[in-house]
């Protein structure tokens, strides 16, 4: 979509970026967006700049990172900060790396438990439930 500079309100700057309003505000009250300044008895306008912005941080959102993260990979992004950035990444790397063997594991514990449930079709106690309760999942050592 092409936008002349500051001809965007901000609900068009919404459409465009494919966000809500409020989500807007609100990254303008986190300082992850700039919020123009109200010309007398105006309203605000946006550009391809701002929307370039929000692509960024939901782009980075979808990457995994918070909004205090790309908060940093913003005030990086002159280009002359790239093994900061890249600490970062590297940071945000190790954690999806963890949180994949976590899901692995859990995956492993629910694949059993419904294979136990298959196991004892006619039993009257659930093996599931009975293990929920004993908290027998196999995750015990990965509890956040």
């Known amino acids: 979509m092409s936008v002349k500079a500051s001809s965007l309100t901000i609900g068009g700057l919404a459409k465009a970026a494919n966000v809500n309003v ?16 109200r010309p007398l008895g105006g309203i605000r ?23 205090d993260e790309v908060g940093d990979l913003l005030r990086l992004e ?17 954690d999806v790396r963890e949180k994949i063997e976590r899901l692995v594991k859990i995956e492993k514990a629910l694949s059993d438990m419904v294979s136990q449930c298959h196991a004892q079709p006619d039993s009257i106690a659930c093996p599931l439930i009975a293990s929920l309760h004993e908290g027998d999942i196999g995750t015990k050592s990965q509890r956040d």
């Open 78 to 94: 002159d280009g002359t900060h790239c093994q900061e950035a890249s600490a970062l990444a590297e940071h945000k790397l190790k």
């Open 22 to 37: 409020e989500t807007i505000r609100y990254y303008q009250r986190r300082g992850l967006l700039s919020e123009p300044k």
């Open 45 to 67: 306008r946006y550009g391809s700049a701002d929307i370039d912005r929000l692509t960024f941080v939901k782009t980075a959102q979808q990457l995994g990172f918070s909004l």
